[in-house]
């Protein structure tokens, strides 16, 4: 059964850093595609970083939303079947629930496509304010 947990999340002021986890089982953690994606109240779902198959981040392709890049880096330890997000210079309009998914078959064009992943976390929130 494929399951993911993502933890780390909080609140944070600006400018700040936060860690999430993404904890996997129920699969091979190189053989998935793993997305990052966040959803703020009232607005659609959309990806943050996403990364295709592979040992290590760089075997493969990554899409980095734009408003992230510089910021927003993605890890990988297929050892500790777990996927992080490292997230720098937070902003206001970082805040979101965010959360990460994986899939077996995602085409690289759509590699942040939120309807390509059919297994997600149940989410953590992460509020940047002062």
């Known amino acids: 059964q494929v399951q993911l947990v993502e933890s780390g999340g909080g609140l944070v002021q600006p400018g700040e850093s936060l860690r999430l986890s993404c904890l996997v089982s129920g699969f091979r953690l190189d053989a998935y595609a793993i997305g990052w994606f966040r959803q703020a109240p009232g607005k659609n779902r959309e990806g943050v970083i996403c990364i295709s198959p592979g040992i290590s981040v760089g075997d493969g392709n990554t899409f980095y939303q734009d408003d992230v890049k510089g910021r927003f880096t993605v890890s990988r330890d297929n050892d500790k079947s777990t996927v992080y997000l490292q997230m720098n210079s937070l902003k206001a309009e970082d805040t979101a629930v965010y959360y990460c998914?994986?899939?077996?078959?995602?085409?690289?064009?759509?590699?942040?496509?939120?309807?390509?992943?059919?297994?997600w976390g149940q989410g953590t929130q992460v509020t940047v304010s002062s």
């Open positions: 998914a994986a899939d077996p078959d995602v085409p690289i064009q759509v590699l942040c496509g939120p309807y390509e992943y059919h297994h």
